[in-house]
């Protein structure tokens, strides 16, 4: 089985835990985890499973406005940001090009660890559109905390990442 996870990321921290969330999908077979600016069409549409994710922007999932307002953020705020998140397409693009023909897929996004309703969440945003996409929904959708916009991850969200992999796994397979 071929799995792929794409994400979407600003300051490293949906890359991370789509490495984690990876790790935990490799009983599956060959896993490959692709930033959503270098994922060509032909890698979603080979895979078997996609788990898609990105951060939580202004309740929901970016747009070409707030990715540059958070691109900008970070600069002044001295961040590091990720090759690729000054231009390219976004993952509310991307996945208005899929077609997952009942192929199976979950969704993930970080954000403050708030409630939903007043952070908002990406990962509602992104199996909305898979489940649009034909896409069979595999797992309700998760989030995984950071601890303020720009991050760090909170405690324990990697290890919780690969568990919720390791969980997806085992539900492709059971």
């Not at 307002?69 to 996945?95: F, H, I, K, S, T």
């Given at each position: 089985?071929?799995?792929?996870?794409?994400?979407?990321?600003i300051?490293?921290?949906t890359?991370?835990?789509?490495?984690?969330?990876?790790?935990?999908?490799?009983?599956?077979?060959?896993?490959?985890?692709?930033?959503?600016?270098?994922?060509?069409?032909?890698?979603a549409d080979?895979?078997?499973?996609?788990?898609?994710?990105?951060?939580?922007?202004?309740?929901?999932?970016?747009?070409?406005?707030?990715?540059?307002?958070a691109?900008?953020?970070?600069?002044?705020?001295?961040?590091e940001?990720?090759?690729?998140?000054?231009?390219?397409?976004?993952?509310?693009?991307?996945?208005?090009e899929?077609?997952?023909?009942?192929?199976?897929?979950?969704?993930?996004?970080?954000?403050?660890?708030?409630?939903?309703?007043?952070?908002?969440?990406?990962?509602?945003?992104?199996?909305?559109?898979?489940?649009?996409g034909?896409y069979?929904?595999?797992?309700?959708?998760?989030?995984?905390?950071?601890?303020?916009?720009?991050?760090?991850?909170?405690?324990?969200?990697l290890?919780?990442?690969?568990?919720?992999?390791?969980?997806?796994?085992?539900?492709?397979?059971?």
């Amino acid at each position: 089985m071929r799995a792929l996870v794409v994400y979407e990321s600003i300051y490293g921290n949906t890359r991370a835990v789509a490495d984690a969330i990876a790790q935990g999908l490799e009983p599956l077979g060959l896993v490959e985890v692709k930033s959503v600016h270098e994922t060509a069409d032909s890698d979603a549409d080979a895979a078997d499973l996609l788990v898609v994710g990105g951060p939580t922007h202004m309740h929901g999932l970016a747009s070409s406005f707030s990715r540059k307002a958070a691109v900008q953020a970070g600069e002044d705020d001295g961040v590091e940001v990720e090759p690729g998140a000054r231009d390219g397409r976004g993952l509310r693009q991307w996945l208005a090009e899929r077609s997952g023909q009942g192929r199976k897929a979950a969704a993930f996004d970080t954000r403050i660890d708030r409630s939903p309703t007043l952070t908002g969440s990406a990962a509602r945003g992104i199996a909305r559109r898979l489940h649009g996409g034909g896409y069979e929904r595999l797992a309700e959708p998760e989030s995984f905390f950071v601890e303020d916009s720009e991050g760090p991850l909170a405690d324990g969200e990697l290890e919780r990442a690969r568990a919720w992999g390791a969980s997806l796994a085992a539900l492709v397979t059971g």
